[in-house]
């Protein structure tokens, strides 16, 4: 795994870093992730071959493109992304947004949420609330808290280490496999909880909790819900 303080690449099993002598274990534990659970995934756990339109279904899953950004047939009802809008790589985290809101911003904060009071129902596909529709047109949209809750229930959730990021490895019943980095979140001008948690939007409001909120699916290094 690599040494989050000066980079270098240690082989699994060891505890200390080669170079500086950090304690990788409590480099596993400060970033919230439970050494029972710990993986090391090599590059060939996240790398899906591709393959033409027609599609074939194997360990790796059905991979194909939809507007030229690739997704993996899990088995599932929908199909998934095989990075997060606004990323290349699985690792990668991506751009991160308001809920309701389709561009990116240089301050999160409730003072400037343009969704804030929205009186509205499911927002997936409505390329003016749902920035994967607006981005990456196609058929491409936020997943419903009920795409979510299957995507708990039917897969296998894996804690691990990707190219040296941390989240989830989610193998669905076809074989097939995404990652989900622990992204972490926008707090006003500020990244926070990158490699420790991760918060995902939903397209569903939560109309319990006033307008202007949404479901979502959130993971840290114990649990996720």
């Given at each position: 795994?690599?040494?989050?303080?000066?980079?270098?690449?240690n082989?699994?099993?060891?505890n200390?870093?080669?170079?500086?002598?950090?304690?990788?274990?409590?480099?596993?534990e400060?970033?919230?992730?439970?050494?029972?659970h710990?993986k090391?995934?090599t590059?060939?756990?996240?790398?899906?071959?591709?393959?033409p339109?027609?599609?074939?279904?194997?360990?790796d899953?059905l991979v194909?493109h939809?507007?030229?950004?690739?997704?993996?047939?899990?088995?599932?009802?929908?199909?998934?992304?095989?990075?997060?809008?606004?990323?290349?790589?699985?690792?990668?985290?991506?751009?991160y947004?308001?809920?309701?809101e389709?561009?990116v911003?240089?301050?999160?904060?409730?003072?400037?949420?343009?969704a804030?009071?929205?009186?509205?129902?499911?927002?997936k596909?409505n390329?003016?609330?749902?920035?994967?529709?607006?981005e990456?047109?196609g058929?491409?949209?936020?997943p419903?808290?009920?795409?979510?809750?299957?995507?708990?229930r039917?897969?296998?959730?894996?804690?691990?280490?990707?190219?040296?990021?941390?989240?989830?490895?989610?193998?669905?019943p076809?074989?097939?496999r995404?990652f989900?980095p622990?992204?972490g979140?926008r707090l006003?001008?500020?990244l926070?909880g990158?490699?420790d948690?991760?918060?995902?939007?939903?397209?569903?409001?939560?109309?319990?909790?006033g307008n202007?909120?949404?479901?979502?699916?959130?993971?840290?290094?114990?649990?996720?819900?």
């Amino acid at each position: 795994m690599k040494c989050i303080k000066c980079k270098t690449e240690n082989q699994r099993g060891v505890n200390f870093c080669v170079k500086c002598g950090t304690d990788l274990k409590e480099q596993i534990e400060f970033c919230g992730i439970d050494p029972e659970h710990y993986k090391d995934s090599t590059d060939e756990d996240f790398e899906p071959m591709v393959y033409p339109i027609e599609g074939m279904l194997c360990n790796d899953g059905l991979v194909d493109h939809i507007n030229g950004h690739r997704f993996v047939d899990l088995g599932l009802s929908v199909k998934w992304s095989a990075t997060n809008l606004g990323a290349t790589a699985p690792q990668a985290f991506g751009s991160y947004y308001a809920w309701g809101e389709t561009k990116v911003k240089d301050s999160y904060k409730l003072s400037n949420s343009i969704a804030a009071g929205l009186e509205v129902d499911c927002i997936k596909g409505n390329k003016e609330y749902d920035a994967a529709r607006l981005e990456w047109g196609g058929t491409w949209r936020m997943p419903t808290i009920e795409e979510i809750m299957e995507l708990r229930r039917v897969c296998s959730w894996v804690r691990c280490v990707y190219k040296g990021v941390y989240g989830v490895k989610i193998t669905g019943p076809s074989g097939g496999r995404i990652f989900l980095p622990a992204a972490g979140y926008r707090l006003e001008e500020s990244l926070r909880g990158a490699g420790d948690v991760a918060y995902y939007w939903t397209s569903t409001p939560e109309k319990d909790e006033g307008n202007g909120r949404a479901k979502m699916l959130y993971f840290d290094g114990n649990r996720h819900k």
